[in-house]
């Protein structure tokens, strides 16, 4: 039969930071959406023009919307443009609540 533990009674048995891995065993590190400045519409899938933040315009790149871990930055890009977001229903985007992550291999 399970127990219930009050807060008091946990504790921490470790402080290391948890590390990602990919199906090669490579980290894999977050990088975090400044801003959406564009978009582009190719016949089967929309790209959206991303700027890091921390990082210079030269590190703008393309993505799909299945590339992103929080749709919220793209429902933002479309509010701003009067639109509303709609997913592509091959995106498979993942809620992510606090942040505007992208998991990314190489930079």
């Not at 399970?2 to 402080?15: D, V």
């Not at 933040?53 to 393309?62: G, K």
Request: glycine fraction near 2%.
């Amino acid at each position: 039969m399970p127990r219930s533990y009050t807060t008091t009674e946990l504790k921490l048995i470790s402080n290391e930071e948890i590390i990602e891995l990919d199906d090669e065993g490579n980290e894999i590190q977050s990088y975090e959406v400044e801003a959406v400045l564009n978009h582009q519409s190719p016949p089967k899938y929309c790209e959206y023009l991303v700027h890091w933040e921390n990082y210079s315009s030269e590190w703008d790149e393309w993505l799909t919307a299945d590339k992103f871990n929080d749709p919220d930055i793209l429902r933002e890009y479309w509010k701003n443009m009067g639109q509303k977001y709609v997913p592509p229903k091959t995106a498979k985007i993942r809620n992510s609540p606090s942040s505007f992550e992208f998991l990314k291999t190489n930079l």
